[in-house]
């Protein structure tokens, strides 16, 4: 799906606060990994009230950078949907879906949860037995969230509340009383750019997962670094696309902070089609991608296999496409590299593979930068040129068009 910008910016009559400060003053950063300066605290409060005050519902965006879906939804998940209270689905402001595959049982937590539209429709996929936590920063955004429990409980069928909403950031879960290595998977839909610490926040989603456990989240992000204009930009900022961070800087701050290799699922184009808009952003381009990070315990490391999926996920049952590069079909061997074996072998998806270490061929991807018979597609901008290429596989797991590396 293509995403159109179509304003340009808020009321010319109230001043943007990060307007006239030094470019150390409103973002600063180190070669591939931004870092928060003193202003972090004021970008929360300018996010905090355009997300609080001036928006009342999705309608109110002046873009629609932060209100697309890159893939069909499963049937379970448009059922699901459906339950979710009408008010919790204004509100909602987010980039992409975020429902990774096989969440029976799962604790799940949602980073930047808003009024909790995505918490709900989770917490009817795993299930009575498993739990949901919502964390935001905007006091009104949880309000929503928190009214509606027991509405959905009722409406679930569930004896007690599988979901709570807390209100805090998600650069400082251990000060809501987040635990390490509580969660299996964390997600978060369109809410990192809004971040002023993008290291902050992975760190944390890594230290609250269990070994094994999964990020799964959509953002924005930018084909270069941003222009201290674009940055200080208040609308931008509100809109996604302010704080987008560089593409590559995240393999980088993945790195840094330990997770695996991030996987490239789904990308969808971001279009600026407003005058002012174009000018204030230059040359800059913007894409919606999902990623999923992993993280792998030290001793799952090994070499590349050959992997067989056993079927039997609800709603994937015959074939899973796992991201851009493995697409695994019910029976089918397929090659894969050490990374993914890793991955495999390592989290929720273990019991639903059969894994043979050392058996992978010469034409398996070996890392993002294996110059073999095929290479792993890394740069959600070359996905997009991969998926508007003509040919019969064109989707995330096909083999269609440019291949793209980092």
């Not at 409406?155 to 650069?171: A, C, H, S």
Request: glycine content about 10%.
């Amino acid at each position: 799906m293509q995403c159109v910008l179509a304003a340009g910016g808020l009321s010319r009559s109230r001043s943007c606060p990060l307007e006239g400060r030094s470019s150390r003053a409103a973002l600063n950063w180190a070669p591939c990994i931004w870092v928060a300066t003193p202003c972090g605290e004021q970008i929360h409060r300018e996010v905090q009230d355009y997300y609080g005050k001036e928006l009342q519902k999705s309608d109110d965006l002046k873009t629609s950078a932060c209100v697309t879906s890159a893939r069909p939804l499963p049937k379970a998940v448009r059922d699901a949907l459906e339950r979710v209270h009408e008010e919790v689905v204004a509100r909602y402001y987010g980039c992409g879906l975020v429902i990774p595959e096989y969440l029976e049982s799962c604790r799940i937590l949602d980073l930047g949860s808003g009024s909790g539209r995505d918490c709900y429709l989770l917490s009817q996929l795993v299930g009575e037995r498993g739990h949901i936590t919502g964390i935001d920063m905007t006091e009104g955004q949880v309000e929503v969230a928190k009214k509606h429990i027991a509405y959905h409980m009722d409406k679930f069928g569930y004896r007690k509340p599988n979901v709570e909403f807390l209100q805090g950031y998600m650069e400082k879960l251990r000060d809501a009383g987040l635990a390490d290595d509580n969660y299996d998977i964390v997600i978060s839909n369109c809410v990192i750019n809004l971040a002023p610490d993008k290291r902050a926040v992975l760190r944390e989603a890594y230290r609250v997962l269990k070994p094994g456990g999964e990020m799964y989240f959509s953002d924005v992000y930018a084909s270069q670094r941003l222009s201290e204009t674009v940055k200080k930009h208040r609308v931008l900022w509100g809109e996604c696309l302010g704080g987008a961070l560089y593409w590559r800087d995240l393999y980088s701050i993945a790195e840094e902070v330990g997770f695996s290799p991030p996987c490239l699922v789904t990308a969808s184009p971001i279009t600026i089609i407003d005058k002012e808009l174009e000018g204030i952003i230059g040359d800059c381009r913007f894409v919606s991608a999902t990623f999923r990070l992993f993280k792998v315990p030290g001793s799952s490391q090994a070499g590349p296999g050959q992997v067989i999926y056993n079927g039997g996920i609800m709603g994937h049952e015959r074939e899973l496409v796992f991201d851009a590069n493995f697409t695994f079909k019910e029976g089918e061997v397929v090659d894969v590299d050490a990374e993914m074996a890793a991955i495999l072998g390592s989290s929720r998806f273990a019991d639903k593979f059969l894994i043979q270490a050392g058996r992978a061929n010469a034409a398996a991807p070996q890392g993002c930068c294996f110059k073999g018979v095929k290479e792993k597609i890394c740069d959600p901008f070359q996905l997009l040129e991969r998926l508007a290429a003509p040919g019969p596989a064109c989707r995330p797991g096909g083999t269609c068009g440019p291949p793209g590396c980092c």
